[in-house]
C-alpha cells in the first residue's frame, strides 16, 4: 500500500490515538517509564555540555554596551538560549540511542495488544543493533553538525531555519525508527525497500516524531511513545 493511501484513510491520527489509548497498559508503562528517566538524563548531559562547550565560546561586549547588556541580564538570556537550543538540535540523536534500548519492550507490549495473530518479531543480535545504533547515532549528529552554520543563517530568515531543521531531522528519524522497527520481522534489505515505497509517509512521521521532541516534558516520553507510533505504521504498511 501507497503512502498517499495510508495518509488518506487519517491513519497518523488513528495511530496516535491507539498509543494514547494503551498508555494505561502496564507492559507498555514500564519502558516508558524508564524511557522518561533515561531521556530526563541524557537531556541533562545535554544541557551540561551544552554548557560547557558554549562557555568559552560565546562573544563578549566590552565596554558601555556590555556593561549596559550585563545589568538587564541580556547576555545570560542569550547564552540561555543558545544552551537550550544546542541541547533541543541534538536531542534526535540521543532519542534514536534511548528508542534502541526500549524497541523490543515497546514493540511487544503494542503487538500483544493490537496484533495477536502475528508471529514474535525476531530478536535482532546484541551486536548487530550496537553497530546500528552506533551509526544511526552519528549519522545525526554529523549532520546536523554539519548543518549548523546554515541553521544559524536561517534563524535570521524567519522560519526558514526552523523548517529545515524539521524537514532535515523528520526524514532521518522517520527513516531510522521505520528500520529499527522493521527489522524485527523483515531483512533489512526489505525493510529498506519498504521505506522507500513509502517515503513520504514515513517521512511525515519522522516531521510528527520530531514535534513531540520539541515539547518540554512530553518530549521524554518521545523516544518510547515514537517507537509504539512507529510499530503501528510498519503494521498498516507492511
Known amino acids: 500500500m501507497r503512502a498517499s493511501a495510508v495518509m488518506g484513510e487519517g491513519a497518523m491520527l488513528k495511530d496516535v490515538v491507539k498509543v494514547i489509548g494503551q498508555l494505561s497498559d502496564k507492559r507498555l508503562q514500564r519502558p516508558v517509564l524508564l524511557g522518561l528517566l533515561v531521556s530526563a538524563l541524557a537531556l541533562a548531559l545535554l544541557v ?6 558554549l562557555s568559552d565560546m560565546l562573544p563578549t561586549i566590552e565596554g558601555w554596551v556590555g556593561r549596559q547588556l550585563d545589568a538587564v541580564g541580556l547576555l545570560e538570556i542569550l547564552g540561555s538560549v543558545a544552551v537550550g537550543w544546542l541541547a533541543l538540535l541534538l ?14 519492550s515497546v514493540a511487544d507490549a503494542v503487538e500483544a495488544k493490537y ?4 508471529p514474535p518479531g525476531r530478536d535482532v543480535p546484541i551486536g548487530e ?6 551509526r544511526l547515532v552519528a549519522i545525526v549528529l554529523l549532520i546536523n553538525l554539519v548543518l549548523l552554520p546554515v541553521y544559524l543563517i536561517l534563524l535570521f530568515i524567519p522560519p526558514t531555519g526552523l ?3 524539521f524537514a532535515v531531522n523528520g526524514y532521518l528519524i ?10 524485527r520481522r523483515l531483512t533489512l534489505a526489505e525493510t529498506k525497500v519498504t521505506r522507500r515505497q513509502n517515503r513520504s509517509m514515513i517521512w511525515m512521521d519522522g516531521v510528527l516524531l ?29
Open 174 to 183: 522517520g527513516r531510522e525508527y521505520f528500520e529499527t522497527v522493521g527489522i
Open 115 to 118: 496484533y495477536p495473530n502475528k
Open 129 to 134: 543493533a550496537l553497530i546500528a545504533t552506533v
Open 210 to 238: 520530531m514535534l513531540v521532541f520539541t515539547v518540554p516534558v512530553l518530549n521524554l516520553a518521545g523516544p518510547t511513545l515514537g517507537t509504539a507510533y512507529m510499530v503501528h505504521r510498519f503494521h498498516r504498511i507492511s
Open 163 to 165: 523548517l529545515l531543521y
Open 48 to 53: 551540561a555540555g551544552s554548557f560547557w562547550l
Open 91 to 104: 536531542f534526535p540523536a540521543f532519542a534514536l540511542a534511548i528508542q534502541s534500548i526500549f524497541v523490543d
